[in-house]
């Protein structure tokens, strides 16, 4: 399902609506692009608590376990990225899969743990990482200069619809596992992430030699600003 997702769905068709599947993991809790129709439940998602609470559950719960079996029983991802039928074989081995992720991660700490630290086993480490995940791959690419972006020349489209942020910075670097280099990430997907910094000085001089913007935040503190900025702009109601 991450090939769908990321690869055919995200690294296709970024920040378009109807086709990258990351503009709608939770479009009844969360509108970051105007391709989600707006409901009176985004009114408040910029609050604080609302946006850890969706963060700590869309990994462990909505990518791992909730988006998959929609997938497998509409054969589309998030409503946008067909899927192929499952073959017998694929389908019991990927749903094996999941079955063994749900015993371990919810289901195994009950039998060795008393309830109270079992709670603790299946709920604080599945957030923290959940948190952690959406915290470096949200703020790449849904900020007002970057969500709404397009061009027809997909390599053009890749430079302006992503954004980095705390390039040089060695915490930035080693905590989003080399995603604050996205612009590089987008352009090389193939390109394992330690030659990412390499990469950035010549993509930055391209694009001054062309007039390309190329979008960067100084660290985590003006990436998160940029992006809780553009989920209260896209809470407001359409006029």
């Excluded at 869309?58 to 791992?64: E, K, L, S, T």
Aim: hydrophobic content about 40%.
């Amino acid at each position: 399902m991450w090939y769908h997702h990321h690869v055919i769905g995200h690294h296709a068709y970024t920040n378009i609506g109807l086709k990258d599947p990351d503009l709608a993991h939770a479009p009844q809790m969360m509108r970051e692009h105007e391709s989600i129709r707006w409901r009176p439940s985004h009114l408040n998602q910029a609050r604080l608590s609302k946006i850890i609470f969706i963060w700590s559950i869309a990994n462990g719960i909505g990518m791992n376990l909730l988006n998959d079996i929609r997938a497998i029983a509409k054969l589309s991802y998030n409503n946008v990225v067909p899927c192929e039928k499952p073959s017998t074989l694929g389908l019991v081995t990927h749903l094996g899969g999941r079955l063994l992720y749900v015993y371990v991660a919810f289901v195994w700490p009950f039998t060795v743990f008393p309830i109270h630290k079992a709670i603790i086993w299946v709920t604080i480490p599945n957030a923290i990482f959940s948190i952690c995940f959406m915290l470096n791959t949200q703020i790449n690419h849904l900020v007002g200069a970057c969500a709404h972006a397009r061009s027809a020349n997909f390599y053009k489209h890749q430079l302006i619809t992503a954004q980095n942020f705390g390039n040089g910075n060695s915490f930035c670097y080693y905590f989003s596992g080399g995603l604050n280099y996205q612009i590089e990430h987008h352009l090389f997907p193939t390109i394992n992430h330690i030659h990412l910094p390499a990469l950035s000085p010549g993509v930055r001089r391209i694009c001054k030699k062309h007039g390309m913007p190329y979008h960067h935040a100084a660290g985590y503190r003006a990436a998160i600003m940029e992006h809780f900025a553009h989920t209260v702009d896209m809470g407001r109601k359409p006029a």
